[in-house]
């Protein structure tokens, strides 16, 4: 089946401008996961949903940064105002577990680059 | 807070002989760890995890981990390495998130 899917896999954006970085999970998953990955550094955690609720937004680095699941399946990470320490690789990972055991396995899409100039 | 610190930032080896990736663990309960390789432009590939079922741990492509409590070590092992297995490796420590460290980069000589 589909694996989770991340759209646009490239994305320049001058500084100043907004961008909207789309993550399609694999069905039926309930969790869904966005991380930001600098580069040489391991992945760090953003957000997470479980349906269309956002329970644990702790990791957003600042307001700037959004992220909505408005139908419990497609979430769009927003970022405004975009400043050069954005720029990362942002993964989306999607789970069909909704424990806090840590057990449920994550799939990662590709990821998104974004390049703010 | 759980985390995860990996003892080596790059490990060359030849192709063939063992690989050895250190992890250790930083945790307040029963850990669960996994690890993770990462290829080139390609996306995040779990390899294997710890759940508390079993201290060895199998995943794919020959790999394996030891769960040591009384040396909080996650320690990812294959015993001959292929040149398909030059990635970067993540150690994760996981409640409902995943948090990562900060990566082992393996290059394999022919």
């Known amino acids: 089946g589909a694996g989770v899917s991340q759209s646009p896999r490239y994305k320049v954006a001058k500084r100043g401008q907004d961008v909207a970085l789309r993550c399609d999970p694999i069905?039926?998953?309930?969790?869904l996961f966005w991380y930001q990955q600098a580069l040489g550094q391991g992945p760090e955690f953003l957000t997470y949903?479980?349906?269309?609720?956002?329970?644990?937004k702790s990791g957003l680095p600042s307001d700037r940064f959004f992220a909505e699941r408005p139908e419990g399946s497609v979430s769009t990470l927003k970022i405004q105002r975009t400043q050069q320490e954005d720029s990362a690789v942002y993964l989306c990972?999607?789970?069909?577990?909704?424990?806090?055991?840590?057990?449920?396995?994550?799939?990662f899409g590709p990821g998104t680059r974004l390049t703010v100039t | 807070a759980q985390s995860v610190t990996q003892l080596d930032s790059h490990v060359s080896v030849s192709e063939g002989t063992p690989v050895l990736l250190r992890c250790n663990y930083s945790s307040s309960y029963s850990p669960s760890l996994f690890w993770y390789v990462q290829h080139p432009n390609k996306g995040l590939q779990l390899l294997l995890k710890?759940?508390?079922?079993?201290?060895l741990v199998k995943g794919i492509n020959g790999f394996e981990a030891e769960f040591k409590k009384s040396e909080t070590s996650f320690h990812l092992t294959k015993p001959s390495a292929h040149m398909s297995d030059a990635a970067e490796y993540f150690c994760?420590?996981?409640?409902?998130?995943?948090?990562f460290g900060a990566g082992t980069t393996v290059t394999v000589r022919a």
């Open positions: 710890y759940t508390s079922a079993a201290t």
């Open positions: 994760v420590v996981a409640d409902y998130k995943l948090s």
């Open positions: 069905s039926g998953h309930v969790s």
């Open positions: 949903f479980q349906n269309e609720a956002q329970l644990d």
């Open positions: 990972a999607s789970s069909r577990s909704t424990g806090t055991s840590g057990e449920g396995e994550q799939y």
